[in-house]
């Protein structure tokens, strides 16, 4: 029962924010949220006593074919749901010192979505999975057709295709699983034990894998995100980079590596190979980039490639630091998208170049804004700083010369975020007659609970060690 609520919660607040208007949607799309995440809390408290056992809830849904709906709990799991619940409220309150047109549509599909991103981390059989999977893209096509930016209906159609394609792909995967499994079932536990021959394994691998490379995205599946993250509002941007492409990540683990491990061991090096290229490809073109919002998506594509290659190395250390990253980029992605509507809400312009002096305006600001820069950088202390660590030493042991590749993400990394602050907060102002207005109430607590959980993740990681261990037990020698 405590599955279904994780799902009911926001399924019920998104329907009750359509009937809402104005400033009301928004109020009650935040105490949803902030309710969504004291369950959650809860949640993980029971998990830690009781295992998964209280989130045990199957469903059938047809005898012919079997589908099921099967919802449980283990630790990446809980991971991926206190990520998302954590993060909703943030996004929400992010929006509160702008005016939104038709908010209750606005607010109940973000609401909709965290009902279905909350399906796809706790769904356990392929069947639940897809349909939360393919639902969740609904929400946010919606958001960035209607509130995003110039050019959006070529861009949001560009990614819903991409998604689309991938998702196709991923569903024929999971039909010829079912097809010949012995049990025809699609449920986790069965797959894991499907005896599927390596030579099948093989081409398998790359119609799930192609779904989880463009959701992340790796290279050279990546080419819907920059455009897609620019246009889109910011308060979608927050959600597309910091839970969604989460899906992609989480499910190299979840379904990629159980259920091909033949598969997954054959193409290893090439998928390590091609997450290595997005970091450097993708660091390379952040450093050009001159749209900020552009910048922070190349920032992301560089680094989820590193969480990528650690999943790909099959090691414990690389898939427990890639955990441990996919939290941290989850909170400081949010973060940075937020400081950079900030900038672009307060200056009018978008671009690296030709503003200058906030700091000397916005104090504030400019030191919370630095914060998330160092996390991002990996500053030891930080919460960017652990998970990197463990994905470079884990890429480390897989090959001595894909390391050094994946390492300039270090030395890139601060090249391109340092110099984006230095010419947007540092200096004199370039901008004639510059008002910037500093911190309001709303943006200084969005501001301040990241920092505190930058700071909180980077000294103190052993929460997320505890919670993901013993399944990551499961799933390496």
Known sequence: MLSLLLLLIPLTFSIVIWFTKGMVSRAAALVGTIIQLAFTAYCYNVFLEAGNKPFEYIYQMAVKPNLVFHFSMDGISMLMVLLTNLLLPLIVLAGFSRYTDKANVFYSLMLLMQMALNGVFISFDAFGYYIFWELALIPIYFI???????????VTLKFFIYTLAGSLLMLF???YLYTYSPQNSL???VLRANPICSCEQGWIFWMLFAAFAIKIPIVPFHTWQPDTYKTAPTQGTMLLSGIMLKMGTYSLIRWLLPIVPDGFKEWQYVAITLSVIGVVYASVIAIMQRDIKKLLAYSSIAHVGLISAGVFTMSRVGLQGSLVQMFAHGVNVVGLFFCADIIMNRTGSNQVEGIGGIRKIAPRFAGWFLVIVLASVA???TNGFVGEFMLLYSVYGYNTWLSLFAG???????VYMFRMYQKVVLGEPMLENMQFEDLKWNEQLVLGIIGILIFALGVYPEPIFELTEPV???LTP
């Open 408 to 414: 300039l993400t270090i030395i890139l990394g601060a």
């Open 379 to 381: 500053l030891p202390l």
């Open 144 to 154: 960035a057709f209607i509130w995003g930016g110039q050019d959006r209906a070529a």
């Open 472 to 474: 990551l037990k499961t």
């Open 187 to 189: 449920d986790w536990e």
């Open 173 to 175: 995967g999971f039909i």
